[in-house]
């Protein structure tokens, strides 16, 4: 089950679609059995139906996994978009989260061939802050007249081989992914780098550990 209207939540059904799974949103899931993985990509607002029957994984770019599940049994994630450009997804757990989160989320991941790594809990995770830095002195600089967006993409692409759809100056189109936005969209708008990054919103488990692409997710 993948919960969720984030452009993050729509490249995860697709990625998991392709890998074989049968995705349901939290509606369609009340009418089948139990998922294997619940994916929270909310950012804490409320679902259209409970999420519950399944260990869950949250997306953690709304705040720290401890804010959005205290006390709770999930585990955290994070990935960077373009998600099929994305060879990394984060993960995060809390001293009450369930080694059949931690176990399915890794699986789950690892079958959309992506690799993924343990950190502390935090907004955002490691790559996510990074991002934000990025962002942020990028505005600086474009607020600071030092450069226009068209030369923050430039610096960025070919001098420190950022992808170029990922761009922190590179204006969204219809045409492109829309998990990006515009530095400069974010200046006239007074926006911050965490806004930005939510508007962007592998490792084997344990021997004897079944989850196959094609059972419900």
Known sequence: MIAGESPLAFELREAAGEAGWAVADPLEAQELASPFLILDLTGGEEPEAPLQGAPQAICVTAGSLAALDPGGSAVGFHALPPLRSSRLVELTRGPDSAESAARAAERFFQTLGKHTLWIGDTPGLVLGRIVCQVVNEAAFALGEGLGSAED???????????????????????????????????????RSATEWLRCCAGSDGPGGWDASPGRLL
Not at 170 to 183: D, E, G, I, K, V
């Open 152 to 190: 923050i993409d430039a610096g960025m692409i070919h001098g420190l081989n950022y992808r170029e759809e990922s761009s922190p100056g590179r204006t969204r189109s219809a045409s492109t992914t829309s998990s990006q936005c515009s530095t400069a969209l974010m200046l006239e708008r007074g």
